[in-house]
T-cell receptor
Framework: AQSVAQPEDQVNVAEGNPLTVKCTYS??????LFWYVQYPNRGLQFLLK??????LVKGSYGFEAEFNKSQTSFHLKKPSALVSDSALYFC????????????FGKGTRLSVIA | ETGVTQSPTHLIKTRGQQVTLRCSSQ?????VSWYQQALGQGPQFIFQ???????GRGNFPPRFSGLQFPNYSSELNVNALELDDSALYLC?????????????FGPGTRLTVL
């Protein structure tokens, strides 16, 4: 079965500093990996995905994520945080093969302080 | 904003009642997935519909049921409501049922069971 771990419930970062939101996954076989963001009282908004190819994936709003197969990680990064990046971030995984559901982590709340 | 809409926005029910939540998928999308997001948790997969057929189901009891219509809109029905059913219910549409298809989420329906 697939699973996702987001080890930090909360990440605080000063505006203008780089940010990292951590994600590790467990799946048999090759994974599809996703990051979503959720603003208050809103649904989930897609940020980026990894399927195959380059391990560094670039997404919306200046976010990027690095796929590391040996460490089974897919950390979300941004070189310079904005106050407007403050939100709840979810990492998700599903198997490359077959019809398996998207499995989400518990989420990490990012707070960017001016 | 995605083109996925959900109704109603909020709903209050009492234990034992039944509820129907509705979702209109993004234009051209033939697959709808439903998720339950309890407070402080990541979304959990309930089931998926592909071309009007249930195409996968998570660990939810049979009192959670659904439908997909010829226009690919969908309903989630929950019978015999329990207090633990209080959550944000999200639907997501995608272009297909395959694992690499990005899911576009609606804003959700917040259900409160008293």
């Amino acid at each position: 079965a697939q699973s996702v771990a987001q080890p930090e419930d909360q990440v605080n970062v000063a505006e203008g500093n780089p940010l990292t939101v951590k994600c590790t996954y467990s799946v048999s076989g090759n994974p599809y990996l996703f990051w979503y963001v959720q603003y208050p009282n809103r649904g989930l908004q897609f940020l980026l995905k990894y399927i195959t190819g380059d391990n560094l994936v670039k997404g919306s709003y200046g976010f990027e994520a690095e796929f590391n197969k040996s460490q089974t990680s897919f950390h979300l990064k941004k070189p310079s945080a904005l106050v407007s990046d403050s939100a709840l971030y979810f990492c998700a995984v599903r198997k490359l093969s077959g019809n398996t559901p998207l499995v989400f982590g518990k989420g990490t709340r990012l707070s960017v302080i001016a | 904003e995605t083109g996925v809409t959900q109704s109603p926005t909020h709903l209050i029910k009492t234990r034992g009642q039944q509820v129907t939540l509705r979702c209109s998928s993004q234009s051209g999308h033939n697959t709808v997935s439903w998720y339950q997001q309890a407070l402080g948790q990541g979304p959990q997969f309930i089931f998926q519909y592909y071309r009007e057929e249930e195409n996968g189901r998570g660990n939810f009891p049979p009192r959670f049921s659904g439908l997909q219509f010829p226009n690919y809109s969908s309903e989630l029905n929950v019978n015999a409501l329990e207090l633990d059913d209080s959550a944000l219910y999200l639907c997501a549409s995608s272009l297909g049922a395959g694992g690499n298809n990005e899911q576009f989420f609606g804003p959700g329906t917040r259900l409160t069971v008293l």
